[in-house]
Nanobody, 132 residues
Framework: QVQLVESGGGSVQARGSLRLSCAASTYTSSNYCMGWFRQAPGKEREGVAGLYTGGGNPIYADSVKGRFTISRDSVKNTLYLQMNSLKPEDTGMYFC?????????????????????????WGQGTQVTVSS
């Protein structure tokens, strides 16, 4: 059973930084997509960043490019989101997500991007609040 547990959220002033973590119990012998999403009150869930555990360049939403970095520790099977130069509009609940196993061919056709339909399993979320 896939389980995802996020941590690291909190309150920070604008231009500050936070690092989110997602401890994952997932497939140990397969590769898959992992990503971060966020949802602000009254708004739809938005994809922030995604990567393929088998390698390749991560994909970011335009709104976070140059400020956020997604990474993964394969030994700990933990996904991270380093968030720098935070803005009030970054406020929201941040979710970690993972897909079912994918081959490299499948990912070449449909990259691990920031579309929610790419992902099958979701964590409970961690709140990020950025004040001006």
């Amino acid at each position: 059973q896939v389980q995802l547990v996020e941590s690291g959220g909190g309150s920070v002033q604008a231009r500050g930084s936070l690092r989110l973590s997602c401890a994952a119990s997932t497939y140990t012998s397969s590769n898959y997509c992992m990503g971060w999403f966020r949802q602000a009150p009254g708004k739809e869930r938005e994809g922030v960043a995604g990567l393929y555990t088998g390698g390749g360049n991560p994909i970011y939403a335009d709104s976070v490019k140059g400020r956020f970095t997604i990474s993964r520790d394969s030994v700990k099977n933990t996904l991270y989101l380093q968030m720098n130069s935070l803005k009030p509009e970054d406020t929201g609940m941040y979710f970690c997500a993972t897909s079912q196993p994918r081959t490299i061919v499948e990912v070449m056709i449909a990259p691990c991007a920031t579309a929610a339909q790419t992902y099958n399993y979701w964590g409970q979320g961690t709140q990020v609040t950025v004040s001006s």
